[in-house]
């Protein structure tokens, strides 16, 4: 055992120094489509057109961009003669409520409960790295809790399948007051590419209170440390 | 590695073996370009001939695919040989007025599951099948109401039985005492949703009854109708960890349709963006081993390598996970030689961080006593099952895509071995994990430094056709089968993906092991519910 | 005649009351008339030993003189009284049980015999308990054994009960041959037949006739007692036997064997040696193993309490056995702690073992089902029953503020008073024995937690249970008296162990109580048993906490080494139960006080995001004691006899089968071998029977030839 100390202390400390720095490594977030002006409506409406699942719209020049639906394909930017530009960043998560109502529900620590709503993996797969040395939770004071008994936050990603609406249910009744649900990735929040169908919702709040929304097509680490932050009522509303 | 002169005798010969076999109430058409012999049987002789090919010609069953061909249904049932020995597709043709079609998983177990998908989504009954009911819609769904049928109204929530009956399967352990201990949907960390009865008598787990499909999208039915490259989106994001396998599986499909290929680079970097996506779900599987056997250290250390990996593939490729990439005719953006390389290098890092790894757990007592003769899976039960992947190549099963059916790159341009283990445990498991990540490394060194130049992209027109494309994903082979109409619109989307195959043998490896050792011979499975559920 | 003479009488009247009225006609009062008639019985027999136990006035009666045989006597003595006075307390309750109970017999079974035995076994009890000569005690035992295998025999329609009853008799009546014999040894040195006679007699008893004796009084009456290696019968008889009859057994008639081991070990013919009290300490150790060790898996709720009597009363015994070894190495003291802490055992066994047979026969009438793979979920059906039985698992898993608690603790203190001893050989039997009670102790604990929970908590596994009933008063209201009982032994013990000295006192010699129940409260005026530096410590403690109230020696138990460990270990199981209660209590207005605001919500427990969980999916009673049969599984030696799994079209099963079949370690060991060589003696003797007149009559001229012999060799 001692050797796995020994190699432990050996990694050093590759913990990230968000939210106190920016953290700007390349390779955290792929970022997302910023709105933009095109010389004139008929290019913004082209370059518009070209997303699958209508997440950019146009208002004469500006391209306006909905973040909910947008499931990072890319196709917007892709060899056209008007590509649009991308942005980085990471500070994504949004409010669907007033500041008010988060702010000091819990201010030390937070217990997260996750709860698989048909998500297609590379979520859950950002989600699991939060809690790996690079992003680590826990000196956050944020916690994984495995019954929702003693959790304070929801993270829930897919587009809510219809097998899952039972246990989502369940598991949000399970959990005392205060509670918050935050809606992960485009699935959760929309419904993404799947949702509604016959066997997917659009999104989780057709079934629980959405709190927070995070966007992207998977938010990346960060993204998810911004949004339980805001939970923590540690971060400005961006 | 060329199809040896044997190989190529069996795949010239095989229309003759069958036609003497079978007499004249086959029709077999070859297609030597596709190395693809089509026969069009009987329902009555079809057991007959799958169970020949299967077990007496060696060919490995890919996939079932039942469609809805007016005035008749056609099922599809895709087998592939290795090497040199192409592909089998035999066809039946039945009214759709009948219902019941001949059930070959009483030959073919490997065939069980995929039977119990149609009967569930189709509405057709397998007749010899023991094992019917519901399957992919769960209990609440309405009886009588068929997905996938071409009536069937996809774009709206189907209406559900409000009170419909608790889940209860029988138990088959007889033993007094005996009592089933429900695991999920919802776990205490963040595994996917899924659920299984474990029947014991209280240590051991004596029989698992898994129920899946919780997070069915209906992927196959919401792509109908859809543009390719809207459907591509699905291909590409309904298993977002394996995502660029199943993109270019889709995407090989669509250029076989269209009679193109994609040009020399970009099937070189799709060798090369492939082999990551390995790279990086080893590493994962590997971390979700260390992490179920509770030795936090080198988990945490595995998902730092793993971190690495991901911030490495979005900076070269731009998305953590590879979405966006794969497109009709070849890669949707060239990469400059000069990231490849660096990739190339980082790749060899990390390498050196998972040999180290590697070592530190050979001599970890407390590791190996966990997985060491736990979750054994024999070679024959693997054969049986049609198990696919790291879990088959563990138990002694070596069939692999990127050799037995070659594509993209692979082939004749690059050079690697398939790792094989004989014990079938999960040490084995994860042996075959770590040799396959060092001949990932390999590949993608080998493909970096002879990265050919020249466009990125063959430009298609929409055909109308059909066509099976594949890849050997991470977890193991995934199939693609389309059907597109004039305009390019998909009109029918078959995906047979590796979780789903290999679910279905799980219980073969959970069985007989106490409690403790189901979540570590799960993750040595390492698969996902997403790519299974679809 | 004295008031105890009197009582005594009114309560043989009163039993020949109850065998007249069992023998009227009609069937339907006759529960009500066991359970008054039953009651008014118990309450004159404890009346008249606790004035006996109490004052230790001595009775004794003679009755007639008989040729061969000499005087027939009745008497009590202190010991006497403590076994009639925990007879009493156990068919005081069953008696009271009994009026609801049997009902569940009513039109199937006579209802009649079931009265004229239920007096006839009582009278014989105590009988037996006061027989002061050989005679009177061997047909109070005989006549014990005989009514016990007709009452455990009363569902007699039942072809297992038959068989089991026949095992019972037949162990029982092996037991008894012993006894005689053992008597018989005895009475060779003198002529008179009365135990008085006897104990002066044994003075000249050789060694190896002492062995002998003792050997065989110890096979005869353990066998009653059911230890190893002759307990065999207890677990088949407990689950056939009628749930009233079970308490009794176990709360009753067990004890008979103690009180044999004891009147002849103890008084008439003291242990001589360190190595019969090692016999006594091993075999009891070994009966509490094997005895929890086999009650812990198993699911039928009678046989697992059966299982667990043989582990009480291997406690009992190994106490015994701790105190003959301190007796015959010059330790009086220390052997009066072992015997007050046997003897405290034995009475909670009673009061406890008694309690959770009536809560098992309660469910077992209200459900139709002893096996707890179909029960569960009574808690919410049956909440008095519930509560009482919890009451009595708890008493049995040793767990304070209960009686169990009390007497474990002592027994395993006193084995730690060891380091006494002079043999090391001896000091490691000690340490390994005290090590196997602790073992025995933390089983038990595993039993009944699986006891209670399989059978009241979680989900009902089948339609009966589901539709299970309350029982009737009379019922609950019996179980009640127990528990009552079982709180006030476990935290009055200060009361007790007095009166249990003054009943050891005349074998070991010396008063112990001093060293348990420390006179704390007489400080200043003439404690010379502790310094005043030692008592002032204590009285810092708060140990004269209530002295000023208590008409005893005060609330706190104390086990204290000799010199050579002078460790002291002192508790006061009343102040616990103060101090708890003050806690719960404060812990409770403090939350109130915390949460006042705040709102309070029930759910549904969480059970994976899953619906509702059929039975089926819920802990079986086999699954919870899975891990102690796997551990043990080296002792358990199942034997696998059919593995089989059956398949349909190749690959997809129908059934898995696996039974497994457990054949008892002791049965195991000793049965088989005897029941294999005895055939084969019986095939050898077979031969003999060649059918012809000559041979027969080679035969009696070989016999008589033999006798001529003997004789003139004598």
Not at chain 1, 12 to 40: F, N, Q, V, W
Not at chain 2, 278 to 307: F, K, N, P, W
Not at chain 3, 66 to 80: A, I, N, Q, V
Not at chain 3, 256 to 277: E, F, K, M, S
Request: proline share 6%; with cysteine.
């Amino acid at each position: 055992m001692l050797k796995w100390v020994r190699k432990g202390l050996r990694a050093g400390i590759k913990t990230t120094g968000y939210p106190h720095t920016r953290e700007s490594a390349p390779g955290i977030s792929p970022g997302r489509p910023a709105a933009m002006l095109c010389d004139g409506p008929q290019e913004a409406g082209a370059v518009a057109g070209r997303c699958p699942t209508g997440a950019l719209s146009n208002q004469g020049n500006m391209i306006r961009v909905d973040h909910r639906r947008c499931v990072h394909c890319g196709r917007c930017r892709q060899d056209h003669e008007h590509a649009m530009a991308w942005e980085g960043g990471y500070e994504w998560a949004g409010g669907r409520k007033a500041p008010g109502e988060m702010a000091a529900a819990f201010s030390r620590s937070l217990h997260i409960r996750i709860l698989d709503a048909g998500a297609c993996g590379a979520c859950l797969s950002e989600i699991k790295q939060i809690s790996s040395p690079y992003y680590n939770i826990h000196r956050l004071g944020f916690f994984i809790t495995p019954t929702p008994r003693t959790a304070d936050v929801l993270l829930v990603a897919g587009p809510l399948t219809d097998p899952m609406r039972l246990p989502l249910e369940r598991c949000y009744a399970a959990m005392p007051d205060p509670k918050r649900v935050v809606a992960v990735g485009a699935c959760a929040v929309s419904g993404g590419i799947f949702g509604p169908s016959f066997a997917a919702a659009a999104g989780i709040s057709q079934c629980v209170p959405v709190d927070i929304e995070i966007p992207g097509c998977p938010p990346p680490p960060l993204a998810l440390l911004h949004a339980l932050l805001m939970v923590a009522g540690k971060t400005k509303q961006t | 590695m060329g199809p040896t002169l044997n190989n190529v005798l069996k795949f010239t010969d095989l229309p003759r073996m069958v036609a003497s076999r079978w007499g004249d109430s086959l029709e077999i058409k070859i297609d030597q370009e596709r190395q693809l012999i089509q026969i069009t049987c009987d329902p009555e002789v079809l057991q007959d001939l799958c169970q020949w090919l299967f077990y007496r010609q060696g060919y490995s069953l890919a996939t079932l695919i039942a469609e809805e061909a007016p005035p008749e249904w056609v099922m599809r049932y895709i087998l592939y040989g290795d090497t040199g020995n192409g592909q089998v597709h035999v066809l039946t043709r039945f009214p759709l007025s009948r219902t019941k079609v001949p059930s070959i998983s009483p030959a073919i177990h490997a065939a069980d599951w995929q039977e119990r998908e149609i009967e569930d989504l189709f509405g057709l009954s397998f007749e010899g099948h023991p094992k019917l009911g519901d399957f992919i819609l769960h209990e609440d769904w309405p009886e009588g109401a068929s997905p996938m049928r071409t009536a069937f109204d996809a774009s709206r929530l189907h209406p559900r039985q409000e009170s419909g009956p608790p889940w209860r399967p029988e138990m088959i352990v007889k033993t007094p005492g005996a009592f089933m201990m429900p695991v999920g949907p919802v776990y205490s960390d963040t595994a996917e949703s899924a659920h299984f009865l474990l029947e014991t008598v209280g240590e051991d787990v004596v029989r698992t009854i898994p129920k899946f499909f919780y997070k069915y999208r209906g992927v196959e039915k919401i792509a109908e109708g859809m543009p390719a490259d809207h459907a591509l989106l699905l291909a590409e994001r309904f298993s977002g960890s394996s995502a660029f396998a199943h993109s270019l599986a889709f995407c090989q499909a669509l250029e076989a349709i269209c009679k193109i290929q994609a040009p020399p680079r970009a099937r070189a970097l799709r060798v090369l963006l492939a082999e990551m996506e390995r790279l990086r779900h080893h590493t994962a599987a590997v971390a979700g081993i260390c992490s179920s056997t509770a030795l936090a250290v080198a988990a945490s250390q595995t998902s730092i390598i793993e971190e690495d990996l991901l911030r490495l593939t979005c900076r070269l490729a731009g998305h953590r996970y590879f979405f966006g990439l794969n497109t009709p005719g070849g890669l949707a953006r060239d990469l400059p030689d000069g990231e490849c390389k660096k990739a190339s290098e980082a790749a060899w890092i990390v390498l050196d961080k998972l040999k180290e790894l590697h070592e530190m757990l050979r001599f970890t007592s407390s590791f190996l006593d966990r997985l060491e003769e736990v979750g054994s899976v024999s070679r024959k039960k693997a054969v049986a099952y049609g198990l696919v992947g790291p879990v088959a190549r563990a138990s002694g099963v070596s069939r692999d895509l990127r050799v037995a059916q070659p594509y993209a790159g692979y082939g004749q341009q690059t050079k690697f071995q398939v790792p094989r283990e004989a014990e079938g445990d999960g040490y084995a498991r994860l042996r075959v994990l770590f040799a396959e990540a060092e001949q990932s490394v390999n590949l993608i060194h080998q493909v970096a430094s002879t990265l050919p130049a020249g466009p990125v992209r063959t430009a298609a027109a929409p055909t109308e056709g059909c066509a099976l494309g594949w890849a050997e994903a991470p977890r193991g082979a995934a199939f693609h089968w389309l059907r597109t109409d004039g305009s390019g619109n998909i009109r029918r989307y078959r995906v047979m993906p590796p979780s789903f195959v290999n679910w279905h043998g799980f219980h073969l490896a959970a069985e007989e092991f106490a409690f403790q050792d189901f979540p570590i011979i799960m993750a040595t499975f390492g698969l996902s519910n997403a790519e299974c559920d679809r | 005649m004295t008031e105890t003479g009197s009582l005594l009488l009114t309560f043989f009247i009163v039993c020949g009351l109850g065998v007249f009225t069992g023998g009227l006609p009609g069937n339907e009062k006759h529960a009500a008339c066991v359970s008054i008639i039953g009651s008014v019985a118990s309450l004159a027999l404890l009346t008249a030993s606790g004035i006996v136990l109490l004052s230790g006035r001595a009775f004794s009666m003679a009755l007639w003189a008989l040729p061969l045989f000499g005087k027939m006597m009745l008497g009590m003595d202190r010991m006497s009284a403590l076994f009639l006075f925990i007879t009493g307390m156990v068919f005081l309750p069953v008696s009271i049980f009994s009026a609801g109970y049997l009902k569940r017999y009513t039109g199937r079974y006579s209802l009649k015999s079931f009265a004229v035995f239920y007096f006839l076994l009582f009278a014989s009890i105590a009988l037996t308990l006061m027989a002061m000569d050989v005679l009177s005690f061997v047909i109070g035992w005989e006549a014990m054994s005989l009514l016990g295998y007709l009452l455990v025999n009363y569902e007699h329609e039942q072809a297992d009960t038959t068989r089991s009853g026949m095992v019972m008799l037949l162990m029982s009546e092996a037991g008894t041959l012993a006894v005689i014999l053992a008597f018989v040894i005895l009475a060779r040195t003198t002529g008179d037949m009365g135990f008085a006679s006897l104990r002066a007699g044994a003075v000249h008893l050789g060694a190896v006739a002492g062995w002998f004796v003792f050997l065989l009084s110890f096979f005869g009456f353990g066998v009653k007692a059911g230890l190893v290696p002759v307990n065999s019968w207890l677990p088949m008889a407990h689950p056939v036997a009628p749930g009233n009859v079970s308490a009794i057994l176990s709360g009753v008639i067990l004890n008979l064997g103690i009180y044999g081991i004891v009147r002849i070990n103890a008084d008439i013919l003291p242990i001589a040696g360190t190595g019969q009290g090692l016999v006594v300490l091993l075999i009891g150790t070994l009966s509490a193993l094997v005895g929890i060790l086999y009650a812990t898996p198993e699911d039928d709720m009678k046989k697992m309490l059966a299982h667990s009597s043989i582990e009480n009363m291997g406690i009992v015994t190994a106490g015994l056995g701790a105190g003959f070894v301190f007796l015959t190495s010059g330790h009086p003291v220390p052997a009066g702690l072992a015997f007050i802490a046997a003897l405290y055992h034995m009475t909670n066994h009673s009061l406890y073992k008694a309690l959770l047979f009536l809560g098992a026969g309660s469910v077992d009438m209200q459900v139709g089902s002893r096996h707890m793979q179909g029960l569960g979920g009574l808690i919410r059906r049956m909440p008095w029953t519930a509560l009482f039985f919890l009451v009595g698992a708890l008493s049995i898993a040793a767990l304070p503020p209960f009686n169990g608690f009390v007497s474990e603790w002592l027994t395993l203190q006193t084995l730690l008073q060891c380091a006494v001893l002079p043999s090391k050989a001896v000091k490691i039997t000690f340490a390994l024995c005290g090590a196997g009670l602790a073992l025995t102790a933390a089983l038990a604990v595993t039993c009944f937690v699986k006891a209670f929970a399989m059978n009241f908590l979680g989900k009902e596994r089948s339609e009966k249970a589901a539709k299970a009933a309350e029982a009737a008063p009379s019922m609950t209201i019996s179980m009640g008296i127990l528990a009552v009982a079982c709180f006030l032994f476990g935290i009055l013990p200060t009361y007790v162990i007095p009166a249990m000295d003054r009943v050891v006192q005349p074998y070991v010699h010396v008063s112990a109580v001093d060293q348990l129940v420390p006179p704390f409260f007489t400080v200043g005026r003439g404690n010379d048993k502790f310094d005043r530096t030692f008592v002032a410590d204590f009285h810092k403690l708060g140990a004269q906490v209530g002295s000023r109230v208590l008409p005893g020696r005060g609330l706190v138990i104390m086990h204290r080494g000799g010199k050579r460990n002078p460790v002291i270990f002192a508790m006061s199981p009343a102040y616990t139960v103060a101090v708890l209660l003050l806690l719960l209590g404060g812990t409770f207005l403090i939350i109130r006080l915390l949460t006042r605001r705040r709102s309070l919500t029930h759910g549904p427990a969480w059970s994976g995001g899953l619906g509702r969980l059929p039975p089926e999916m819920t802990y079986s009673a086999t699954g919870f004691s899975n891990p102690v049969r796997v551990i043990f599984r080296g002792i358990f030696r199942p034997v696998t006899v059919r593995d089989a799994r059956e398949t349909v079209a190749n690959h997809f099963r129908s059934a898995i089968r696996k039974d497994q079949l457990e054949i008892h370690m002791i049965d195991r060991l000793f049965g088989k071998p005897i029941v294999h060589y005895g055939r084969r003696l019986a095939e050898r003797l077979g031969r003999m029977h060649s059918g012809r007149v000559n041979a027969y009559a080679a035969y009696v001229l070989a016999a008589l030839l033999a006798v001529l012999l003997i004789q003139g060799l004598a």
